[in-house]
Nanobody, 126 residues
Framework: QVQLVESGGGLVQPGGSLRLSCAASGRTFSIYAMGWFRQTPGKERDIVAGISRSGGSTYYTDSVKGRFTISRDNAKNTMYLQMNSLTPEDTAVYYC???????????????????WGQGTQVTVSS
């Protein structure tokens, strides 16, 4: 079992940047594939980015490609999401999630993740 805690959210103006962190504790972080999801009221929790357990494979949803970067530091048990050129459409609660599979690959479906953080609010507004 792994425990996840997100940090780094807040209020930022359009065009600004934020870096989210997801700190893991418990079982060995490096065995888990990870994902960042976001959710707005009344909508489903959608994938933003995913990263394999080694960090060698990543995924981005189309709306964030070229603006967001997912990364992980297995030595520090931490995953990151660097978010640049933020727009009001990026406003949401952001969650990090972990899953274990033999192949160590992320999934695009929230249902495939067993462990979740509590979420951090990101608000993009002038």
């Amino acid at each position: 079992q792994v425990q996840l805690v997100e940090s780094g959210g807040g209020l930022v103006q359009p065009g600004g940047s934020l870096r989210l962190s997801c700190a893991a504790s418990g079982r060995t972080f490096s065995i888990y594939a990870m994902g960042w999801f976001r959710q707005t009221p009344g909508k489903e929790r959608d994938i933003v980015a995913g990263i394999s357990r080694s960090g060698g494979s990543t995924y981005y949803t189309d709306s964030v490609k070229g603006r967001f970067t997912i990364s992980r530091d297995n030595a520090k048990n931490t995953m990151y999401l660097q978010m640049n050129s933020l727009t009001p459409e990026d406003t949401a609660v952001y969650y990090c999630a972990a899953r274990w599979t033999p192949g160590g690959l992320y999934s695009l479906s929230a249902d495939e993740y067993s462990y979740w953080g509590q979420g951090t609010q990101v608000t993009v507004s002038s």
